[in-house]
T-cell receptor
Framework: DTEVTQTPKHLVMGMTNKKSLKCEQH?????MYWYKQKAKKPPELMFV???????INESVPSRFSPECPNSSLLNLHLHALQPEDSALYLC????????????FGSGTRLTVV | DAKTTQPNSMESNEEEPVHLPCNHS???????IHWYRQLPSQGPEYVIH???SNVNNRMASLAIAEDRKSSTLILHRATLRDAAVYYC??????????????FGQGTILTVHP
């Protein structure tokens, strides 16, 4: 298995809703990442997990809450989002160490109404 | 993070070689040069990476200048499926086990039939 699987592919949520995005990989990668991508912009790093521990939080608002329950699974919990949070949310994984590329999922298209 | 500079857009004809340039004059000794591409409505896809020596794989070749201040991604025979945004990224590993992949604006490659 050489894929990063993200679910759901599309999500519409109200500003008072709570929802979660899920990311799964079975490549044995011990580093996992969340990125946010607005239309016609490059992806922006949000969080980095290394060995299931949060290593980097790029000053992301607390309405985004990441979780890494095990080495294969990464969640992003969403609460009280704003319409400007509408974007493509990308998950990626990689081996740790210097000499490896990232594998990205195809993303979750989130619309906040 | 060390930054990269790429042309905003390039055009090519099908079945011709494409040379995508990238400048990274502030590259440090621990930075790997990564290339990713993103097709419309998909997550980024790993293309190739290298440190000092030129690299080849089934998708492309990476030519790295001797002083490492620039690099060129070479697609040997462009196809319509190669039309995408191409990102040149310096992966900062430093003292961590995972590094950071920070995307710049990228080059939009258009391939004409």
């Amino acid at each position: 298995d050489t894929e990063v699987t993200q679910t759901p592919k599309h999500l519409v949520m109200g500003m008072t809703n709570k929802k979660s995005l899920k990311c799964e990989q079975h490549m044995g990668h011990r580093a996992m990442y969340w990125y946010k991508q607005k239309a016609k912009k490059p992806p922006e790093l949000m969080f980095v997990y290394s060995y299931e521990k949060l290593s980097i939080n790029e000053s992301v608002p607390s309405r985004f809450s990441p979780e890494c329950p095990n080495s294969s699974l990464l969640n992003l919990h969403l609460h009280a989002l704003q319409p400007e949070d509408s974007a493509l949310y990308l998950c990626a994984s990689s081996r740790t160490g210097r000499n490896y590329g990232y594998t990205f999922g195809s993303g979750t298209r989130l619309t906040v109404v | 993070d060390a930054k990269t500079t790429q042309p905003n857009s390039m055009e090519s004809n099908e079945e011709e070689p494409v040379h995508l340039p990238c400048n990274h004059s502030t590259i440090s000794g621990t930075d790997y040069i990564h290339w990713y591409r993103q097709l419309p409505s998909q997550g980024p896809e790993y293309v190739i990476h290298g440190l000092t020596s030129n690299v080849n794989n089934r998708m492309a070749s990476l030519a790295i200048a001797e002083d490492r201040k620039s690099s060129t991604l070479i697609l040997h025979r462009a196809t319509l499926r190669d039309a995408a945004v191409y990102y040149c990224i310096l992966r900062d590993v430093g003292g961590t086990s995972y590094g950071k992949l920070t995307f710049g604006q990228g080059t939009i490659l258009t391939v004409h039939p």
